[in-house]
């Protein structure tokens, strides 16, 4: 990987990756729902840091360019996070039409009592 | 207890559910009448209130699914052995409740009204009668019983499925999917002839662009319905 290239990414992924940690310990992400995020922060960092890991992972995929090994990475983190906040909200959905229900039940039990 | 629980789920029907209510009130007095209303944006809380019947108001839009299980499970809670589902917008004729529940008495779990035995009253649109058939056709596929109208809303339960419906029930469109439930997990399931009546005011909340959605939708959750309960079974 050029030197320019390798430091504007490290850059990057330390900012990107900082910016998670802040967030989480101030409390505005969730861990349980942030782990893939973090998870991906420090995948981009360790790349960044050992371009040869790169070109290993380009070789054993049979991928000619390493940057398209990159954006691969990258694309199976975005899936990885969507998925998970599906499973999170779809919980979360049969979570709010149980409470919505239990609540209605209790303002009727309220109102007849 | 004796008494038959009739869940009115009500979305918008300011202009309906009073005289819905008035149907069933003069059948007389085994009926216990419980709307559910899915947070209307109009009159229709307080028309419900002013009516004094039993009610439960839910704080968000659950959609006709959440609306209707949360009526299962106040069935549940008050040990009611039969409870009937009946759309808040007069489509569907109350006379028909008595029937239901001397079905449920001569052992069956559940029973649909159906317009397509007797095939008289509103009849639907051809687009929609085929989508209709073309769900029939699939529920006999996955669970080897006929169905004449797997979209009916007008079902009577009996203690079993009430007990079922309260623990798990889809939150949308779940008529053809229950269907499959019930049938693949051995409940008996009757059929008897219904007349239904177009509706009165206002508009069917299945619109042409999402039909397609619809049918794709169900399909789709009737045939997890068959994978699940196959593995439970």
């Not at chain 1, 360019?65 to 969507?82: D, G, K, Q, R, Y």
């Not at chain 2, 839009?61 to 299962?72: E, S």
């Not at chain 2, 509103?122 to 769900?135: A, D, E, H, N, V």
């Not at chain 2, 439930?181 to 009546?197: A, C, D, F, Q």
Request: with cysteine; proline share 3%; glycine share 6%.
């Amino acid at each position: 990987m050029e030197p320019t290239l390798q430091i504007i990414f490290i850059l990057a992924s330390a900012a990107y990756t900082s910016f998670i940690v802040y967030m989480i310990s101030r409390g505005r992400m969730d861990l349980k729902y942030s782990l893939t995020w973090l998870f991906s922060g420090i995948a981009f960092l360790t790349l960044s840091i050992f371009p040869k890991l790169l070109d290993a992972l380009s070789r054993l995929l049979h991928i000619q360019s390493p940057v398209n090994t990159l954006f691969l990475v990258i694309i199976f983190c975005l899936l990885l996070i969507v998925l998970t906040l599906t499973v999170a909200f779809s919980r979360m959905k049969k979570q709010v039409i149980a409470v919505t229900q239990e609540l209605a039940l209790l303002k009727d039990k309220e109102k007849n009592s | 207890m004796d008494k038959v629980l009739v869940i009115i789920p009500c979305y918008n029907e300011e202009k309906n559910i009073a005289r819905v209510v008035d149907g069933i009130r003069t059948l007389g007095g085994d009926l216990d009448i419980l709307v559910v209303n899915d947070s209307s944006t109009d009159n229709s809380l307080e028309i419900i209130d002013s009516l004094g019947v039993k009610y439960l108001d839910l704080s968000c839009n659950l959609g006709i699914g959440g609306a209707v299980q949360a009526g299962f499970k106040y069935a549940r809670e008050n040990g009611y052995r039969y409870a009937v589902q009946l759309d808040g917008d007069g489509q569907h004729d109350p006379f028909y409740i008595r029937r239901m529940k001397e079905q449920i008495d001569s052992g069956f779990n559940f029973v649909v009204g159906s317009r397509f035995i007797a095939n008289q009253g509103f009849q639907s649109t051809q687009f929609r009668r085929l989508g209709i058939r073309y769900f029939c056709r699939l529920i006999s596929l996955l669970t080897g019983n006929k169905v004449t109208d797997a979209t009916s809303g007008y079902r009577m339960a009996d203690r079993s499925v009430i007990e079922l419906f309260a623990r798990e029930y889809p939150y949308d469109y779940p008529e053809p999917e229950t269907l499959v439930t019930l049938l693949r997990s051995r409940y008996r399931i009757k059929e008897i002839p219904v007349v239904m009546n177009r509706r009165a005011e206002g508009r069917s909340s299945i619109s042409a662009p999402r039909s397609i959605y619809y049918v794709v939708k169900v399909t789709l959750a009737m045939l997890f319905c068959y994978y699940r309960s196959e593995r439970v079974t």
